[in-house]
T-cell receptor, first 110, second 113 residues
C-alpha cells in the first residue's frame, strides 16, 4: 500500500490565485481530514470527512473548500489564496481513531 | 478554551539515556490520546496511543503513561538513539468527536552523542 499520498510537494501561489491540493489513500479508510501546520504550532484541523459525500468543518475552515466524491480522494481547494494561508498542509486518513498522515504540501502565498 | 499543551518545547538527551516527554491536557472528556513523531520535512508518524481506561501502554522502546487525575500524558523513550531526534506531538480526542484530534504545539527532542 502507498498509504496517504499528497501532491504537489511544494507550491508557490500569488495572492488571489486558486489551487487544489490533492490527497489520496489506498487503505479504504472512511475518515479523512486536512490539517495545517504553522511554525511553532501543532496541527490544526481544517476540514474532515467521515465518508464519501460527507464533509464538515474543523477548527480553521475559512478560505478552504473540500469535497469527497470517492472513498480514496479528498481534495482541498483554495479559491482565492491569501498570504495567511502560507503553511504546510497535511492530509490524514483513519479507519478507527488512529490517523495516518501524508508527507505534506508546503504552500507559499506571495 | 480547553487545549493540549506541552511543558517543554525543547529536550536535549544524551544518546543511550531515557527520554521523557510530557504533555498536559485540560479536556476531561477526552477518551483517546496519541503520540506522533515528526521528522524534518515529513508528515507525523504514529508512535503509540492509549485510551482513557488505561494508565500505561508499552510499545517497542516507548511507553505512554496517562494520569487522568492531573490530566497528564507522558511518552518515555528508552535508550534514546540519534534517529529519535524529531518533534513529538501529543494529541487528544474528545469523547463526543469521532476522529477530531486536538494537537499540542510539540516538543523538539535533540539527541546528542
Amino acid at each position: 500500500n502507498a498509504g496517504v499520498t499528497q501532491t504537489p510537494k511544494f507550491q508557490v501561489l500569488k495572492t488571489g490565485q486558486s489551487m487544489t491540493l490533492q490527497c489520496a489513500q489506498d487503505m479504504n479508510h472512511e475518515y479523512m481530514s486536512w490539517y495545517r501546520q504553522d511554525p511553532g504550532m501543532g496541527l490544526r484541523l481544517i476540514h474532515y470527512s467521515v465518508g464519501a459525500g460527507i464533509t464538515d468543518q474543523g477548527e480553521v475552515p475559512n478560505g478552504y473548500n473540500v469535497s469527497r466524491s470517492t472513498t480514496e480522494d479528498f481534495p482541498l481547494r483554495l479559491l482565492s489564496a491569501a498570504p495567511s494561508q502560507t503553511s504546510v498542509y497535511f492530509c490524514a486518513s483513519s479507519f478507527g481513531e488512529t490517523q495516518y498522515f501524508g508527507p505534506g504540501t508546503r504552500l507559499l502565498v506571495l | 478554551g480547553e487545549s493540549v499543551g506541552l511543558h517543554l518545547p525543547t529536550l536535549s538527551v544524551q544518546e543511550g539515556d531515557n527520554s521523557i516527554i510530557n504533555c498536559a491536557y485540560s479536556n476531561s472528556a477526552s477518551d483517546y490520546f496519541i503520540w506522533y513523531k515528526q521528522e524534518s520535512g515529513k508528515g507525523p508518524q504514529f508512535i503509540i496511543d492509549i485510551r482513557s481506561n488505561m494508565d500505561k501502554r508499552q510499545g517497542q522502546r516507548v511507553t505512554v503513561l496517562l494520569n487522568k487525575t492531573v490530566k497528564h500524558l507522558s511518552l518515555q523513550i528508552a535508550a534514546t538513539q540519534p534517529g529519535d531526534s524529531a518533534v513529538y506531538f501529543c494529541a487528544e480526542k474528545p469523547a463526543d468527536s469521532w476522529g477530531k484530534l486536538q494537537f499540542g504545539a510539540g516538543t523538539q527532542v535533540v539527541v546528542t552523542p
